[in-house]
T-cell receptor, first 112, second 119 residues
Framework: DAGVTQSPTHLIKTRGQQVTLRCSPK?????VSWYQQALGQGPQFIFQ???????QRGNFPDRFSGHQFPNYSSELNVNALLLGDSALYLC???????????FGEGSRLTVL | AQKITQTQPGMFVQEKEAVTLDCTYD???????LFWYKQPSSGEMIFLIY??????QNATEGRYSLNFQKARKSANLVISASQLGDSAMYFC????????????????FGKGTKLSVIP
């Protein structure tokens, strides 16, 4: 049973560029959440997708957007990258109304 | 105000000894849940234990137990018989409020405690 898988694992971008991160949820899970973890900090909630709609959103600007596909996989897009967007981006999946989140190993983004 | 506070940036424990990692939380919602996650250097957040605000007994999962003191708003993680593989970052997290009817919950995390187990 595959867990949550994320790609790419590492990437380097320059300021102003755009990036797309991908996530496949754990088998059977229909809800996907994205978190940003800056160095030395705990993860911060970006947004959550369920039934292909954004259901909840944290305190992140509109440069951060996402999508969920019919197979429940998800993408996180960040436009106009800033140096401060450098972080580990974690995807988590769960069942609808589920308490427990299952996390992937993350995508480490470096913005130069 | 911080919703989740972890006051220990780093902790050391001797192998086979027990260790307590502190967590205090702040919420006015009567319905909430508290989690502990382990994050090894690989980056993956590994679920350890969960305590709901209405649970009468402290949660236990193998070598992990959660010392839940509701009046003091604390949810400390106790790891018994520490092993070298326990060396990692540990995060306390909270979900608040009742289920919205779509999707699931969002979590608020603390800044973490780095645990180092000494042979």
């Amino acid at each position: 049973d595959a867990g949550v898988t994320q790609s790419p694992t590492h990437l380097i971008k320059t300021r102003g560029q755009q990036v797309t991160l991908r996530c496949s949820p754990k088998s059977g899970h229909d809800t996907v959440s994205w978190y940003q973890q800056a160095l030395g900090q705990g993860p911060q909630f970006i947004f959550q997708y369920y039934e292909e709609e954004e259901r909840q959103r944290g305190n992140f600007p509109d440069r951060f957007s996402g999508h969920q596909f019919p197979n429940y996989s998800s993408e996180l897009n960040v436009n106009a990258l800033l140096l401060g967007d450098s972080a580990l981006y974690l995807c988590a999946s769960s069942l609808r109304a589920g308490v427990q989140l299952f996390f992937g190993e993350g995508s480490r983004l470096t913005v130069l | 105000a911080q919703k989740i506070t972890q006051t220990q940036p780093g902790m050391f424990v001797q192998e086979k000894e027990a260790v307590t990692l502190d967590c205090t939380y702040d919420t006015s919602d009567p319905s909430y849940g508290l989690f502990w996650y382990k994050q090894p250097s690989s980056g993956e957040m590994i679920f350890l234990i969960y305590q709901g605000s209405y649970d009468q007994q402290n949660a236990t999962e193998g070598r992990y137990s959660l010392n839940f003191q509701k009046a003091r708003k604390s949810a400390n993680l106790v790891i018994s018989a520490s092993q070298l593989g326990d060396s990692a970052m540990y995060f306390c997290a909270m979900r608040e409020g009742r289920y919205s009817g779509a999707g699931s919950y969002q979590l608020t995390f603390g800044k973490g405690t780095k645990l180092s187990v000494i042979p």
